[in-house]
């Protein structure tokens, strides 16, 4: 993948944050930025996604989100390692 140097503005406190969260993982700073970057951009598709399936067939019910919700609670407590409560 070709790479290309951007310069951003943050708050201090946030770079410092990161700076520590890249630190702690070892990984470089750029890194975790653009992995962060990354999962935004594709919650905006999983959000585009959902509603123009709630736009064709309508909205989600209760038990709809209900039963997705404990279904993404039980993929990261596999994931994880944490209880159903925990992760929901």
């Known amino acids: 993948m070709a790479m290309k140097k951007v310069t ?16 702690e ?4 700073l750029s890194r975790l930025v653009a992995s962060a970057a990354e999962r935004e951009l594709r919650r905006r598709v999983g959000r585009r996604l959902v509603a123009d399936w ?3 067939h309508g909205a989600f019910s209760p038990e ?3 039963a997705a919700r404990a279904e993404m609670a039980n993929a990261d407590a596999q994931m994880f390692g944490v209880s159903g ?3 929901a």
């Open 8 to 23: 951003v503005t943050l708050p201090e406190e946030l770079v410092e944050a990161l700076g520590a969260a890249a630190r």
């Open 25 to 28: 993982d070892a990984v470089p």
């Open 54 to 56: 709630q736009a064709e």
């Open 64 to 66: 709809e989100l209900a």
């Open 85 to 87: 409560t925990a992760a």
